[in-house]
């Protein structure tokens, strides 16, 4: 009894704490500050495993034909460059600002994901980061299209890589 009553103390304790921490505001929530790396394992785990819970097991019911990948291109730069960059582009503008910065999404940790987990988090984006969910915006096709392109980053073609760098110029100018 007595054990249980410390354990129910202790808790309470740790609610009553954690509670103070949060009301008394020193947790800096400027996007200017880097998050600790308590929060950033936290987002980074609560993300993962929601994805990983939700994302569908199938995959890309789309062929990686040159058709589709052009329409990929075309979908990712007008709403993903900006933000994402690609090999040879930078990030610009309000992209800069955002905390947790934009991944590059030809890297490995971008792509370690499947297909399905890819068109979750395309779909319906990850709360309180910049990264916006495109369902609202796009059809299911569209949001497969977008698929095959980042599974297609890392491989891009001199003329891709050249159509992509342009846009990004004229966008900056
Ligand atoms: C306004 C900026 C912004 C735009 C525009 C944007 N994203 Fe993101 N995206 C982010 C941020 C920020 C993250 C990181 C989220 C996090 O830390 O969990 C992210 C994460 C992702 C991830 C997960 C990467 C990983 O390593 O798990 C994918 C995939 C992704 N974005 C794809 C896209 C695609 C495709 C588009 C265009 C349709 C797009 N994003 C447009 C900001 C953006």
């Not at 800096?28 to 980074?44: F, H, I, K, Y």
């Not at 460059?81 to 934009?102: D, F, K, T």
Request: net charge positive; hydrophobic share 45%; proline share 9%.
């Amino acid at each position: 009894m007595r054990f249980v009553s410390g354990m129910l103390f202790t808790l309470g304790m740790l609610v009553v704490g954690g509670a103070a921490v949060v009301a008394s505001g020193l947790v800096d929530m400027s996007a200017t500050r880097p998050p600790s790396a308590l929060e950033r394992l936290v987002g980074s785990v609560l993300a993962d495993r929601s994805t990983a819970r939700r994302a569908p097991r199938t995959g890309n019911p789309l062929p990686g034909t040159p058709e589709v990948l052009a329409a990929g291109l075309a979908l990712y730069r007008r709403d993903c460059l900006q933000c994402h960059g690609a090999p040879g582009v930078s990030p610009w503008g309000a992209a800069l600002g955002l905390n947790p910065s934009p991944p590059d999404l030809a890297a490995p940790d971008a792509q370690e994901g499947s297909d399905g987990d890819l068109f979750f988090v395309i779909s319906h984006g990850v709360r309180m980061t910049g990264m916006p969910g495109w369902a609202t915006s796009h059809d299911e096709r569209e949001l497969w299209h977008l698929v095959a392109f980042v599974r297609h980053l890392p491989r891009l073609a001199p003329a891709e890589k050249q159509a992509l760098k342009a846009a990004a110029e004229a966008a900056r100018r």
